[in-house]
């Protein structure tokens, strides 16, 4: 049994939930799906476990599962990608077969097609290309360009400053060590140091072993022509 409130809309079977004129419309033979909204899972027929609120979320869905739409138009164009999780008026709004992707924010990863594992948070946070998989981009209209990478932060009025240790970055990337036992910065292992900065200012390269504020320099690679 399900629950079916509004013209055209079905879900009174498989425990499905529909309220909202033509919301779950096309649903044959798929189950425990959510359409909250005109129009949300229009199209769906055996996609299952899918939720939909806002107007046409999820609209042309027809076999994709676990997918999450919260707003207007969120994955409104996907039809078998699934596990994706969109929230935010248009977030992934032309996502169509790509799956595992995640969106958070007015128009977030709007330029996904297929791509797959992507994560956008922020309003506008988008990749450069339709493809892409395993890649993240953080901040309101940051960009991501290419497959397995994360972006920090958009260009132009879109930049920001990274801080770690600090809620006031001044560079774009401050590390303030406030008081922590460890370095504040290391390229490397703890056995094989490449470099190191500590938290008292001191630099490292090729070894842990470093005086105060100075600059160390390992005996093997100031031998190799440093």
């Not at 299952?48 to 042309?60: E, I, P, Q, R, W």
């Not at 076999?63 to 996907?78: D, E, M, Q, V």
């Not at 799956?99 to 506008?124: C, R, W």
């Amino acid at each position: 049994n399900g629950v079916t409130v509004g013209t055209g809309a079905n879900g009174a079977i498989n425990a499905n939930i529909a309220l909202g004129s033509n919301a779950l419309y096309s649903n044959t033979t798929g189950y425990y799906d959510t359409a909250l909204g005109v129009y949300t899972l229009h199209s769906n027929t055996t996609g299952y476990y899918d939720t939909a609120l806002g107007s046409v979320a999820l609209h042309s869905n027809t076999t994709g599962s676990y997918n999450t739409a919260l707003g207007t138009s969120a994955l409104y164009p996907n039809t078998t990608g699934y596990d994706n999780t969109a929230i935010g008026s248009y977030a992934l709004g032309s996502n169509t077969i790509g799956s595992l992707n995640t969106a958070f924010g007015y128009n977030a990863g709007q330029t996904t097609t297929v791509g797959s594992g992507t994560t956008f948070i922020g309003a506008l946070a988008d990749a450069s290309a339709n493809n892409l998989s395993t890649s993240t981009a953080i901040g309101a209209g940051a960009i991501v360009g290419e497959s397995n990478a994360i972006a920090l932060g958009g260009t132009g009025v879109n930049a920001v400053k990274v801080g770690i240790g600090t809620s006031s970055p001044w560079a774009q990337l401050s590390i303030n060590p406030n008081g922590t036992s460890g370095p504040a910065f290391v390229i490397g292992s703890s056995t094989v140091p490449d470099l190191i900065v500590t938290n008292g200012g001191g630099i490292g390269i090729g070894t842990t072993t470093i005086k105060n504020t100075y600059m160390t320099i390992a005996k093997s690679v100031s031998d190799g022509g440093f």
